[in-house]
């Protein structure tokens, strides 16, 4: 079983960058498949970015050419870059860690605010 703590989160005005980061222990980080999550009050969650164990990523649509996740199994990490951020991007954002057998594990979350 996998930990994880975000750290990062903050208030930022629109068109600022943020670096969300996701520390994992308890387990190895490698075997992992990472991804960033977020909600907002009274909405699903959201899926915004993915890294498969080889490194391979995705992205929502509304992120797409402003976010970047990256991995460093050295350290147990998860990073999100957060450019041109817009209010629209505001919310709680969660790390998930997904094994091979596909059960998903939940960090506590960081908010982000985007806000003038």
């Known amino acids: 079983q996998v930990q994880l703590v975000e750290s990062g989160g903050g208030l930022v005005q629109p068109g600022g960058s943020l670096r969300l980061s996701c520390a994992a222990s308890?387990?190895?980080?490698?075997?992992?498949?990472m991804a960033w999550y977020r909600q907002v009050p009274g909405k699903q969650r959201e899926l915004v970015a993915t890294?498969?164990?080889?490194?391979?990523?995705t992205y929502a649509d509304s992120v797409k050419g402003r976010f970047t996740i990256s991995r460093d199994n050295a350290k147990n990490t998860v990073s999100l870059q957060m450019n041109n951020l817009r209010p629209e991007d505001t919310a709680v954002y969660y790390c998930?860690?997904?094994?091979?057998?596909?059960?998903?594990?939940w960090g506590q979350g960081t908010q982000v605010t985007v806000s003038s």
């Open positions: 998930n860690a997904k094994d091979s057998r596909l059960r998903g594990y």
């Open positions: 890294i498969t164990t080889g490194g391979s990523t």
């Open positions: 308890g387990s190895i980080f490698r075997m992992y498949a």
